[in-house]
């Protein structure tokens, strides 16, 4: 069973009425509801303001971040998401929509680190990101004219420690 959040605390950093507010929740859905209620304020259509956040869960475990808030009407607001997103990503799980898998593998040649790596898959293992399960990680080959021919990172890892 996964830690459960037991601390959630989001700082208004840019915006206002609210710039400098810090609210402090125990849950995803309390996060998502000071995220929604702040979001009204926020232009719409690119405009975003920047949120501090710092999560703690049962176990010990914490992971602070920068949060865009965007209005509701534009993207609903989920921190449980951004931090899944993040995961999902240094960890070979899912390519954000507007990088193709050539793109997204180079990327994770240059900057995927195996700490970085074992990190997030720590936070997925351990840790209630308000979702029962995660996707599993692509091991697909891919190949890309600017760096050749390679492997996720995570996918070469797990072959070399077989």
Not at 38 to 44: D, I, L, M, N, Y
Not at 106 to 117: N, P
Not at 127 to 150: A, M, T, Y
Request: net charge neutral; charged share 30%.
């Amino acid at each position: 069973m996964r830690s459960r959040v037991t601390s959630i605390s989001i700082t208004r950093v840019e915006g206002a009425p609210v710039d400098g507010i810090t609210e402090r929740v125990s849950s995803w859905a309390q996060a998502a509801a000071v995220l929604r209620r702040w979001s009204e304020s926020v232009a719409r259509d690119g405009g975003y303001d920047k949120c501090k956040f710092a999560i703690e869960w049962a176990n010990g475990a914490t992971y602070r971040g920068r949060y865009d808030l965007v209005n509701w009407r534009d993207v609903e607001p989920d921190l449980a998401r951004h931090v899944r997103e993040l995961a999902y990503f240094y960890t070979s799980r899912q390519a954000p929509k507007h990088m193709s898998p050539a793109v997204y593998g180079a990327f994770l040649e240059m900057h995927q680190t195996k700490v970085i790596t074992l990190q997030y898959e720590k936070l997925l293992d351990s840790n209630d990101l308000g979702v029962d399960c995660h996707p599993p990680i692509q091991g697909k080959e891919v190949e890309s004219e600017s760096v050749g021919r390679f492997r996720y990172a995570n996918e070469r890892e797990r072959q070399a420690n077989a």
